[in-house]
């Protein structure tokens, strides 16, 4: 293929099959993965051509679908899970957070895991409860692990590339809202380094941070605020463990302004994280507060209230707006 | 086959509830297997013939039979309507219970009013029997709330996604019972796939050790979403039962006669301080998994067929008429109600209100938070600032 | 009693008699409560007088503890559930946070959660892995649930007290290290509010904020800063979640400077969302940025490394200087 | 008892392992059960006399038993070493396997080169059979590290803190064997009391669907800390896992010649690609739980005094002895190597080396992270800043 205009979802379907055929050791597992081609088809085909024994239906049982890839892990094979939903990797976490992210450190290094967990994530479907949250913080927190999330699809291609060919576990949260959102994927092309933030767009006023399906919204917000003679400059984050603080920095050492966009509650959310070490990095340069827009302190509402717990173009607008006002 | 070992009556230990006497791990010995075939119980065969069970029978009027019909029609229609609002969009999703309305009428009709009910998602008819109002359960597939009942007014606890985690609380809600001295059961409903949770299996561990008032009844509709019931056991999932201590049975599932039967039994045997019952019923998920679902990318239409030759009310109807249990203004009433049943819903939803924004706030804390209550001003404020014309 | 001085897991022992003995509603579940006590022995003799029906050892499986617990709750229990460890809370994290945390909310407000999920945390013990951590972040960022931390023997008593009486779940963190510290405890005084921060100790130059096991340290820190002329305020956190951001707020606005301290990694830890918020509350009074001591991004280290990686005295004063010399 | 049943057969499926053939869900045979008892398989009484089983036979040489004897010998030796060691102050908790030797030697010793073990925390004597150097299980004893041997080095994993998580390590280890379609075995050690746990009744799902080959090994010492083992199960533990459709066992587990047969026989079977069974090792934890420990706040002396009478070592000294196995220069010597390896220990473990503080940032990552590095160089400025004389 070489450059092709592919769906963020096709351009991961493409990427495990990439993975499959270079490495025999690479085996996806999960849930309806098989037959189904998965929930969102990320899967689809590929247990038709690589066999049932590496395109793996598992039993319904998230920490042993975790448990049984770190013992595969151990056994010198590369497992790429797939979590159905966000809301349904909590069964996983204490395989998660006490055996996978712990095992090296734990053998002092003898041992590696390069366990890909894949988890569609946040919102703007439409679903039922459990379907549309954003745990992200609840796995960067946890030394150990790294998590990544593509908002494109070529990064959806090489990003999941790049987390199978590494030895450490890595969480793989795709933004499923994006997942028909089309985007060239240059499959020969030299891809970035996994964990550097990019700058999806200069600007030179205020810089927007944003990761996974908020780096859509907010290349819209810097569009329409562009039209009222606001230059904003959009991060993509890309990697939030480990999490390209420079690349932040070097934007906000020239705007001065920092907002921080994550559909994931705000409270103790990834904007934290930044807002603290920016402020910490910039303080001389920073005109403003960091400031967050994010979800509420309250669990995931029902579709029909979803828009209004989204961050979406007035939200982001707005707190440009506040920013600019200090 | 029994499971009982004399171990097992030596260590059986009664956590609390006076009332409650004893414990056994036997269940009833369920007859009539075909060789190469497990145990099922079965009282009305797919063609409508009455059959006798040495152990779990069952003797009702007319009427009772009349009315487990009634049950059946009513929920598959309240079903098929649902599925058609999602299909004109205004359900966002819908789970259809096709198939399995004998499995979930027979078992919620052997529930008395003071039992408890820890459903999945999918028991629609359970709701029914338990005086649920079933337009509540479209709130969730609308998008409205999650959930949206309160449990306590009909002893219905709310629709539970997260695989088999209901088991836990349906068994943590019995040990109360137990506390407290009451007779009532729980009654704790989980499919084939879940079957697979630990969750599932810690529920049993904890039920066989409190002697808890709890049965679980495990719809194996034979498959979870894609995946065939060979993935999750290679035995059948009854058998499950006997290494946690506590008897399990498998029943047909599409014999709503049968159903009821063994789910009285295994009530009964909770209420008498017996401890906990597994019941498998076997049936089939006749529809896609859910509206979102496409079946035809996993199964064949000719397994579909088979099981439509063993459909639920078919075989009841058959035995109504065959024993003059029910005339034709039965039916042709039971027509009309049907009928009204679906007005009655599609009214009831397309009216259903979407709950203003501020909501979302609302019941996260019972006794509050500086944050909720700070965001909440912030929301409104912001909120306000359209209705003053232009934000910004 | 009225008052006495008692060791912090005296007091929460008291707590809980006094619980008992109030409501017979309370019960207390948990590995190994029963006869031993728990190994900690906080429960020690409360099976003896109240029974094996409201004193319940449970099977080992801490989803299904919690799990069970709320079915109680929803029969009209008032469970307090001990876990034995903080690094034992992750097989039963799905329970709390997909059913214990939003279970009211899905309810439209007809259920109520009253669950005190008891959880000895941080190091300092000489302990093996597993039996260290801090996973407090892990909770605050979960809406519906509540996170409290006594310091000092009087807090254990009272916060418990009030964790129980509450009609919502409460994570409730027992800083182990200073179970054996004593304190004065007042059984009849009025006990101050749940979620609200306290000031340790009056400063002008700096703020200190720390919670739980870090309190202590953080004292120490102050008296020592006091010898070389500086006045250092410490602010005894309390409540996580909430988060008492008033009496933060009202301290930064009279010193200017702020150091979080906490044993928990700093990356998405608690630090980060005090700096994010106090900074946007108190942006035109910050002498310096705020200041994060705490863990590093590693998995708590074998005990003989302990001492390095938790925040001690020079590495609280260490941060004091680097913040004044701002 | 057999558990089979036909069905079991049917739907058995083989899901990789060219060399693997079939699969049967069937134990042998397990006989002599008293009236009253479960079954449980023995070939040495406790009196040391050799008993006959028609199912699980043995024949050894003297020498190998005076090898079984000599390994039960020396890890005794090695364990009440540890616990010295930890009185004086030299490790910071032991867990002690006293009473467990034969249990640990006899399952241990049934495994080849390269079957793989996960073992929980106290399988010290299965470490020494598989020939790790007993001093590295103290490292994480004494604090300097969190596990620290290479555990592909011997194929003996870990240790394993948070209960039951390594049963499913194992089933996914032995899922890659098959796929490998190599023919070793896996074999999982846990306790009575992780037995409740999720993740161990997860990987009886996974292991049995995917026919993995996993020998799950339970040592119920009849103790979880404080808790009896009637707070995890009300029947025996070997019958879980018929439920799962595999065979499960129950053997003396202070018979190392019987928990040698029955490990063996099962490690067999997972060659053969029959798939995984379940081990009950029916013994007795006759230290406390940990050093940390209290069991007079829970337990009897009596009890612990009654299977002071069942010692598995004393039984096969007495067998030796009466059977004119071993001389009193074997003993003798082994004593002598007992002494030898005591001396060993204590100054292995007097000059453990704690590790440098620059290594808590160590083998966090494989392929490193910007904080990781970050913090490294923080600190040790840091650090630097004391050694330049006062910090400040
Ligand atoms: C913990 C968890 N994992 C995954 C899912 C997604 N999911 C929803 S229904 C379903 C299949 C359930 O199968 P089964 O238990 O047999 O019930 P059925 O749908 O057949 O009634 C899956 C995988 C979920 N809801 N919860
Ligand atoms: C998930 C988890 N919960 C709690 C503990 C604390 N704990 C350590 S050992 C133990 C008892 C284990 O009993 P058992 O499985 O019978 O093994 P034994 O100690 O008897 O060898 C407990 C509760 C733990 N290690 N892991
Ligand atoms: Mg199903
Ligand atoms: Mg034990």
């Known amino acids: 293929m070489a450059v092709q205009k592919l769906p963020l979802a096709k351009a991961l379907n493409e990427s495990l099959r990439t993975a499959l055929e270079n490495d025999p050791k690479v085996v996806v597992m999960g849930l309806d993965v098989g037959k189904l081609g998965g929930v969102f088809r990320i899967t689809d085909g590929l247990q038709k051509d690589f066999g049932e024994d590496r395109v793996i239906d598992t039993p319904l049982a998230e920490s042993g679908i975790v448990g049984t890839a770190i013992g595969l892990a151990l056994r010198g094979y590369r497992p790429v899970v797939e979590i159905q939903f966000d809301g349904f990797v909590f069964p996983a976490y204490d395989q998660i957070v006490t055996q996978l992210a712990k095992m090296r450190a734990r053998s002092l290094g003898t041992v590696k895991m390069p366990v890909v967990i894949r988890i569609p994530y946040g919102g703007g479907i439409g679903a039922v409860e459990h379907h549309s949250e954003s745990p992200e913080s609840l796995f960067a927190h946890v030394a150990g692990l790294k998590v990544v999330t593509p908002a494109n699809s070529s990064d959806a291609y090489w990003m999941l590339q790049q987390a199978i060919l590494s030895d450490d576990p890595v969480i793989f949260f795709e933004p499923k809202r994006r997942y028909w959102d089309k985007g060239e994927v240059d499959t020969e092309a030299l891809p970035g380094e996994l964990h550097r933030a990019r700058v999806a767009r200069e600007g030179t006023d205020l810089t927007l941070v944003a990761y996974g399906p908020m780096v859509k919204t907010c290349l819209e917000a810097a569009a329409a605020a562009a039209e009222e003679g606001k230059s904003v400059e959009v991060v993509d984050l890309r990697s939030i463990s480990p999490l390209d603080f420079d690349t932040i920095q070097t934007s906000v050492e020239k705007t001065g302004r920092l907002v921080v966009v994550h559909e994931a509650p705000v409270f103790f959310g990834s904007g934290a994280e930044i807002a603290a070490r920016i402020t910490e990095r910039c303080f001389y340069h920073l005109e403003a507060p960091v400031l967050r827009v994010g979800g509420y302190h309250a669990p995931y509402p029902p579709a029909r209230l979803e828009e209004e717990y989204l961050p979406g173009l007035d939200r982001v607008l707005d707190a440009v707006d506040r920013s600019l006002a200090y | ?392």
């Open chain 2, 1 to 392: 086959m029994t499971v009982e070992s004399t171990a097992a009556r030596k260590t059986t230990r009664r956590s609390s509830g006076a009332k409650r006497t004893g414990a056994s791990t036997g269940a009833k010995k369920t007859a009539q297997a075909k060789p190469g075939e497990p145990e099922l119980v079965q009282l009305l065969t797919p063609a409508g013939e009455r059959v006798q069970h040495p152990d779990y029978d069952i003797d009702l009027s007319a009427e009772e039979l009349r009315g487990l019909y009634r049950d059946m029609v009513l929920t598959r229609r309240f079903d098929a309507e649902a599925t058609a609002l999602q299909r004109q969009g205004e359900l966002g999703l819908w789970a259809s219970l096709l198939g399995q309305e004998a499995a979930q009428i027979g078992s919620g009709r052997a529930l008395r009013d003071d039992d408890y009910v820890f459903p999945t998602y999918r028991e629609h008819g359970v709701a029914w029997c338990r005086g649920v109002d079933p337009t509540n359960l479209l709130g969730m597939f609308r998008g409205v709330n999650n959930g949206g009942w309160d449990p306590n007014s009909n002893n219905f606890h709310l629709y539970t996604i997260v695989l088999g985690s209901q088991t836990l609380h349906a068994t943590g809600y019995a040990m109360g019972v137990a506390k407290d001295g009451a007779d009532s059961a729980v009654l704790a409903y989980f499919g084939d796939g879940a079957s697979s949770q630990g969750d599932v299996n810690e529920s049993f561990v904890f039920s066989a050790v409190y002697n808890a008032p709890v049965v679980f009844f495990c719809q194996n509709n034979q498959w979870a979403i894609s995946e065939p019931i060979e993935k999750q056991t290679r035995v059948p999932l009854y058998q499950r039962a006997q290494g946690f201590g506590f008897p399990g049975v498998r029943v047909d599932g599409n014999d709503v006669l049968a159903c009821l039967a063994v789910t009285r039994w295994a009530l009964e045997r909770a209420r008498r301080g017996e401890g906990p019952t597994l019941i498998e019923a076997f049936t089939y998920r006749m529809a896609a998994h859910t509206t979102s679902d496409d079946p035809t990318r996993y199964r064949r239409d000719a397994e579909r067929e088979e099981w439509e030759a063993k459909d639920p009310i078919l075989r009841l109807k058959a035995y109504l008429e065959n024993e003059g249990h029910a005339d034709a203004a039965f039916f042709e009433e039971l027509e009309a109600e049907s009928e009204a049943l679906g007005k009655h819903v599609r009214e009831v939803v397309r009216a259903m209100p979407v709950p203003d924004h501020m909501a979302m706030f609302d019941n996260v804390y019972a006794d509050g938070h500086a944050l909720v209550d700070e965001e909440r001003a912030e929301f409104a404020a912001y909120q306000a600032s359209f209705a003053d014309g232009e934000a910004e």
